[in-house]
Antibody, heavy 119, light 107 residues
Framework: EVHLVESGGGVVRPGGSLRLSCAAS????????MTWVRQVPGKGLEWVSGINWNGGSTGYADSVKGRFTISRDNAKNSLYLQMNSLRAEDTALYHC????????????WGQGTLVTVSS | EIVLTQSPATLSLSPGERATLSCRASQSVSSFLAWYQQKPGQAPRLLIY???NRATGIPARFGGSGSGTDFTLTISSLEPEDFAVYYCQHRSNWPPNFGQGTRLEIK
């Protein structure tokens, strides 16, 4: 069974940093692209970033480009999102998800980790 | 940037009825469109990808159609568990935006 578990969320001040992690199990991790999608509670979905199977290709939403970095460690079946220069508008529930045919559409999702940016 | 507009915002139907949800793109996305279902407190679930391909384990009552700028998600006969929020997403170019969602509620 595919299982994705995010961690690393929390409360951080504007301008601060956080590193999110996603532990994957139940599938061959390095066969798939992976994505991060965020959602403000009660609001819609926003695709944040994606990475292909070997980390050789990545993509970012304009809203996070230059501030967030996606990476993966296939030996550890793990996905990461380094978030720097955090802003209040980055406050959201961050989901990691397994890619379908790339790293945009996502078929299995984790339950998310909550990031709150507040002074 | 391609904007996806979903309609209606809210759809009120009864179990057993047919549901038709629309997603319109501001420019062509070819067939690069997906549909997701999200229930309260749960992560989204992929229903349809590349306009008409059902994801693994998705019941046959869910169908996707369309290409270019106009897409439709059809639920042929609503089950009680189908009442949720539905989102479309494209992957035609950057950023791969989502639509704002359609809430399907029980009438």
């Amino acid at each position: 069974e595919v299982h994705l578990v995010e961690s690393g969320g929390g409360v951080v001040r504007p301008g601060g940093s956080l590193r999110l992690s996603c532990a994957a199990s139940g599938f061959t991790f390095d066969d798939y692209g992976m994505t991060w999608v965020r959602q403000v509670p009660g609001k819609g979905l926003e695709w944040v970033s994606g990475i292909n199977w070997n980390g050789g290709s990545t993509g970012y939403a304009d809203s996070v480009k230059g501030r967030f970095t996606i990476s993966r460690d296939n030996a550890k079946n793990s996905l990461y999102l380094q978030m720097n220069s955090l802003r209040a508008e980055d406050t959201a529930l961050y989901h990691c998800a397994r890619g379908v045919g790339g790293y945009v559409f996502s078929d299995y999702w984790g339950q998310g980790t909550l990031v709150t940016v507040s002074s | 940037e391609i904007v996806l507009t979903q309609s209606p915002a809210t759809l009120s139907l009864s179990p057993g009825e047919r549901a038709t949800l629309s997603c319109r793109a501001s420019q062509s996305v070819s067939s690069f469109l997906a549909w997701y279902q999200q229930k309260p407190g749960q992560a989204p679930r992929l229903l349809i990808y590349d306009a008409s391909n059902r994801a693994t384990g998705i019941p046959a009552r869910f169908g996707g159609s369309g290409s270019g700028t106009d897409f439709t998600l059809t639920i042929s006969s609503l089950e009680p568990e189908d009442f949720a929020v539905y989102y479309c997403q494209h992957r035609s170019n950057w950023p791969p935006n989502f639509g704002q969602g359609t809430r399907l509620e029980i009438k």
